[in-house]
């Protein structure tokens, strides 16, 4: 059964940094694409990152290039998001997401973890 | 890096048939056959319900089917029931991105 685990959200103040988790399993996770997908407080889906399965190759919305790095571990079966920088308008519930292919293309994602939330305020 | 284009809601009443649209470009929708469908019901995680464009994962109901033509994808489900009621969105590839639709609440009358 796959499981996504994400841990690390809470509340941090403006301009600072986090790093959320995303612990995987049941899958074989180097084979597989990775993304991060976010959902602000009564609002719709946003994509925020993908990483292929070596983790050569990456991928981030404009809204978080420059300040976001998605990571992986593929020893460790764990996926990363270091956010830095951090504005109120990047608070939001974010989903760790498995997508069905290898590379960054297209992040179709068929299983979701639970999400880790995020509070950007001070 | 501006949302797809959906109805806010669609409504109907159990056993029809709706469609949800999806409008984008053709620097996305238009352009790739990478075209998906996410079902999420209050509190939980998406759910992938139809990828590129009109490929059913396994144990997602045949009810639910996907198009496109031009750069506009469709999502219809039929024989509409009340578990069909939730937030659907649709998303695309665009240039090393990927974009989701604005999302439409699914009513059952």
Request: aromatic share 10%.
């Amino acid at each position: 059964e796959v499981q996504l685990l994400e841990s690390g959200g809470g509340l941090v103040q403006p301009g600072g940094s986090l790093r959320l988790s995303c612990a995987a399993s049941g899958f074989t996770f180097s084979s597989y694409a990775m993304s991060w997908v976010r959902q602000a407080p009564g609002k719709g889906l946003e994509w925020v990152s993908t990483i292929s399965g070596s983790g050569a190759g990456t991928y981030y919305a404009d809204s978080v290039k420059g300040r976001f790095t998605i990571s992986r571990d593929n020893s460790k079966n764990t996926l990363y998001l270091q956010m830095n920088s951090l504005r109120a308008e990047d608070t939001a519930l974010y989903y760790c997401a498995k997508t069905i292919y290898y590379d960054g293309t297209g992040s179709v994602c068929d299983y979701w973890g639970q999400g880790t939330l995020l509070t950007v305020s001070s | 890096q501006s949302a797809l284009t959906q109805p806010a809601s669609v409504s109907g009443s159990p056993g029809q048939s709706i469609t949800i649209s999806c409008t984008g470009t053709s620097s996305d929708v238009g352009g790739y056959n990478y075209v998906s469908w996410y079902q999420q019901h209050p509190g939980k995680a998406p759910k992938l319900m139809i990828y590129e464009v009109s490929n059913r994962p396994s144990g997602v109901s045949n009810r639910f089917s996907g198009s496109k033509s031009g750069n506009t994808a469709s999502l219809t489900i039929s024989g509409l029931q009340a578990e069909d009621e939730a937030d659907y969105y649709c998303s695309s590839y665009r240039s090393s991105s990927t974009v989701f639709g604005t999302g439409t609440k699914v009513t059952v009358l």
